[in-house]
């Protein structure tokens, strides 16, 4: 997982996506560069784990929401 968030911020580093435009606030702010590519990480990593609990969050609503099986009823 490290390694795919790394990715992705050196990707985005360079220009392709959004995280270009926090590297530079974060380097304006007097960030080095590495501290700032970390700090990249740890963003993307909060979005990513933002998104996992929307999706778990989505997928609980969506199972309490489900019919019960008559099998199961009869039970």
């Known amino acids: 997982m490290n390694y ?11 220009g392709i996506g959004p995280g270009r435009a926090y590297l530079d606030k974060q380097t304006g702010r007097g960030k080095d560069r590495v501290a700032a590519l970390r700090l990249l990480r740890r963003h993307l990593s909060d979005v990513v784990f933002a998104s996992l609990r929307t999706d778990n969050a989505t997928k609980a609503e969506l199972d309490d929401n489900l019919p019960t099986p008559a099998f199961a009823a009869a039970a």
Do not use: F, S
Request: aromatic letters at 0%; charged letters at 10%.
């Open 4 to 14: 795919a968030l790394h990715m992705i911020a050196v990707t985005q580093a360079r």
